[in-house]
C-alpha cells in the first residue's frame, strides 16, 4: 500500500509542477524563449516523474536508484535556473536575445544529464552483474558445508572431525576463479564419497577429513597468491 501511495504522490507532484509551468502562460509575456522554456520544462518533470517510478517499480535497486532521482533533480533545477535567467534577461535588457544560444544550452545541458543517467544505469547493471557472482560463489561453499552438516547428522559418532571441515569451509574465503575449479572438484569429490559410505567404510572418515582440512588449505593458499 506504502508503495502505491508512493506511486501516486509522484504522479501527483509531477502533474502540480506541469500546471504551475503551464499556469505561467497567464503571467509571463508568450515569447519564443517562453516556449522553449516551457518545452524544456515538461520534458524535465517527464523525467522526474518517470525516474521516481522506476525506482519504485524497482524496490530491489533502492541503494543504486537514490542516486537517480537526485540527479534528476539536479537537471530541473538547473534547466529552471537557465529558463529564468534567460526569460528575464530578455524582458528587462533590450536589443537581439539570443534564442540559439537559449536552446543550445537547453540541448547541451539534457544531453549532458541524459548521458550521466544513462552510466548510472550501467553502473548499477555492473553492481548487480558483480553482486550476482558474489552470491554464486559464497553458494558453491555454502552447498559443500551443508552438505558435511548432512552427513554430520548421518554419522554422528565422527561429528568431531566433519565439524572441523564444516567450520573450514565456512571461513574459507569465498572467492571463485578457474584455477579454483580443480580445489574445488577435490573436495567436493571427497564429501560426495563420504555421503556413500557404509558400515566399516565409515572409520575412513577421519582420514577423508584430513585429507579435506587440507585441499580446503591449499585452496585457501592459491587463493592467497591470486590476490
Request: proline content about 4%.
Amino acid at each position: 500500500m506504502n508503495t502505491l501511495n508512493n506511486r501516486f504522490s509522484v504522479v501527483l507532484i509531477s502533474g502540480i509542477m506541469a500546471v504551475v509551468a503551464t499556469a505561467l502562460f497567464f503571467v509571463v509575456p508568450i515569447t519564443l524563449t517562453f516556449i522553449i522554456a516551457y518545452l524544456f520544462m515538461l520534458v524535465a518533470i517527464a523525467m522526474f516523474c518517470f525516474g521516481n517510478l522506476y525506482m519504485l517499480y524497482n524496490a530491489k535497486s533502492y541503494p543504486w536508484f537514490a542516486a537517480f532521482p537526485l540527479t534528476i533533480w539536479r537537471y530541473l533545477l538547473a534547466q529552471l535556473a537557465l529558463s529564468a535567467i534567460f526569460v528575464i534577461r530578455e524582458s528587462i535588457l533590450p536589443g537581439r536575445f539570443p534564442i540559439g544560444l537559449f536552446l543550445f544550452l537547453h540541448i547541451a545541458g539534457l544531453a549532458f544529464y541524459v548521458v550521466l543517467l544513462t552510466l548510472l544505469k550501467g553502473g548499477k547493471e555492473i553492481i548487480e552483474d558483480r553482486g550476482t557472482h558474489a552470491e554464486a560463489k559464497v553458494l558453491t561453499l555454502r552447498m559443500m558445508q551443508t552438505d558435511v552438516e548432512s552427513i554430520i547428522r548421518q554419522y554422528p559418532e565422527h561429528e568431531k572431525p566433519l565439524k572441523q571441515v564444516a567450520d573450514a569451509l565456512r571461513y574459507s574465503d569465498p572467492m571463485n576463479h578457474a584455477d579454483l575449479w580443480v580445489y574445488n572438484e577435490r573436495i567436493r569429490g571427497n564429501i560426495s564419497a563420504m555421503s556413500k559410505l557404509d558400515g566399516d567404510d565409515k572409520a575412513k572418515i577421519p582420514k577423508i577429513c584430513e585429507t579435506l582440512l587440507r585441499q580446503i588449505a591449499d585452496r585457501n593458499d592459491m587463493i592467497k597468491t591470486m590476490k
